[in-house]
C-alpha cells in the first residue's frame, strides 16, 4: 500500500508486499523487492536515487525491511532484511545486512557496511567506508583480513542470509548453494505483472486544480 500522499518517481520499482507512508519520497532509479517477505516504510521517509531495498526469506524465515520515520537513505545505499528506526541516517553507498538494526538517532556514513545481526546503538556513527560487526558493535578497516574473517564466521552471515551451513573454507559449494537457493527464490518473478498507480495519485496540487476548473468549464 502506497499513501496517496507520497512520490513515487516513474522509475522507482516496487514489487511485492510494500507499505510506504505518508509524505514519504521514493526517489529515481530506487528499488524496493519484498521477495518472500514484506517491506515497510514509515513517515516522511526518503529514499534516494537507485537505492535498494530488499526483503528477503531463508526457508520459513522472513527478513523483511522495516524502516520508521523521518529516515533518510542515501544514493546507491543497499538495505537487505534490516531494521532501521525512526531518524536515522544512512549515507550514499552505505550497506546494512540482514538482521541488522540501526537505532533512532544513528548515522551510517558514506561507504560504511553493517553487517549482518549487528546493533548499531542509538546516536551511534559508524564512520565512512568502515565495517561494524557485532552486538556489541565492534568496527573494523577493510585491511583487518584475519580479524574479519574471524568476525564474519562469527556471525555465521551465509546461515542468516540464505540458510546454508557450507563450511566456510568449501566456497565453491557455498555460492553455488546461494545462487540456487535465490534462483529459486526469484522464480516468482516469472510471473510478474506491471502496474500504475492511480493517475489522481500522480497529480500534484496544481494539476488537481487545474483539472478541476477544466471539470467546471
Request: proline content about 5%; some cysteine; aromatic content about 6%.
Amino acid at each position: 500500500m502506497v499513501d496517496s500522499s507520497t512520490f513515487i518517481a516513474p522509475t522507482a520499482v516496487l514489487v511485492g508486499r510494500i507499505h510506504v507512508g505518508p509524505r514519504s519520497r521514493i526517489m529515481y532509479g530506487a528499488i524496493l523487492d519484498s521477495e518472500g517477505s514484506r517491506i515497510e516504510i514509515g513517515e516522511c521517509t526518503i529514499v534516494c536515487e537507485n537505492a535498494v531495498l530488499r526483503a528477503t526469506a531463508s526457508g520459513d524465515i522472513e527478513h523483511p525491511v522495516a524502516i520508521g520515520d523521518h529516515v533518510f537513505v542515501g544514493p546507491h545505499a543497499t538495505l537487505l532484511g534490516c531494521t532501521i528506526e525512526p531518524c536515522s541516517y544512512i549515507a550514499t553507498g552505505a550497506t546494512v545486512l540482514h538482521e541488522a538494526t540501526v537505532h533512532s538517532g544513528a548515522a551510517v556514513a558514506v561507504g560504511a557496511l553493517v553487517h549482518a545481526k549487528t546493533v548499531v546503538p542509538s546516536g551511534y556513527f559508524v564512520p565512512p567506508n568502515t565495517i561494524a560487526i557485532g552486538d556489541p558493535i565492534k568496527l573494523y578497516s577493510s585491511d583487518e583480513k584475519d580479524a574479519l574473517t574471524d568476525a564474519i564466521k562469527g556471525i555465521s552471515f551465509a546461515k542468516t542470509a540464505f540458510g546454508i551451513e557450507t563450511q566456510w573454507e568449501d566456497r565453491p559449494l557455498r555460492y553455488r548453494q546461494t545462487t540456487e537457493i535465490r534462483s529459486k527464490e526469484f522464480e516468482s518473478h516469472l510471473g510478474d505483472v506491471i502496474l500504475n498507480r492511480k493517475t489522481e495519485q500522480q497529480e500534484t496540487p496544481q494539476d488537481k486544480k487545474r483539472n478541476s476548473l477544466t471539470k467546471l468549464g
